[in-house]
C-alpha cells in the first residue's frame, strides 16, 4: 500500500508564509501526479495546486500567484509553498497522489490524513 505523510501546516497570521510537504512511501512502482487539496468546515473538497510527473503545474485561480508546487527530485515528495495567506485559505489540507503499485493494475488515488493549516486575521 501507499502512504501519503503530510507536514508544515499550523497556525500563522495573515500575510504569513507556511510550506507543507507530504512524502510517499510503501510498495511503489511510479507516481505519476501529485497534488494538494484543501476542506473548509462545511464545504467541499477543492483543488488547490497539482504537479505532473514532468514538472506541470496547475492551480486553482485563488492561490495563483501566491502558492508555488514542487517536487524532489525522487518524484514522491511534493510540497506546497504558501504565502500572503489569508483567512480565507484557512482549511484542511490533503495531499494526493496517482500511483502504480502493481505492473498491469490501472493508477490510484491515494490520499493523506490531512494536516491544518489556521490563519488568523
Known amino acids: 500500500q501507499v502512504q501519503l505523510v503530510e507536514s508544515g501546516g499550523g497556525l500563522v497570521q495573515a500575510g504569513g508564509s507556511l510550506r507543507l510537504s507530504c512524502a510517499a512511501s510503501?510498495?511503489?512502482?511510479?507516481?505519476?501526479?501529485m497534488g494538494w487539496y484543501r476542506q473548509a468546515p462545511g464545504k467541499e473538497r477543492e483543488l488547490v495546486a497539482t504537479i505532473t510527473r514532468n514538472g506541470g503545474t496547475k492551480y486553482v485561480d485563488s492561490v495563483k500567484g501566491r502558492c508555488t508546487i514542487s517536487r524532489d527530485n525522487a518524484k514522491t515528495t511534493v510540497y506546497l509553498q504558501m504565502n500572503s495567506l489569508q483567512p480565507e485559505d484557512t482549511a484542511v489540507y490533503y495531499c494526493n497522489a496517482q500511483a502504480l503499485i502493481t505492473i498491469g493494475s490501472p493508477y490510484r488515488n491515494y490520499w493523506g490524513q490531512g494536516t491544518q493549516v489556521t490563519v488568523s486575521s
Open positions: 510503501g510498495i511503489i512502482l511510479r507516481i505519476n501526479d
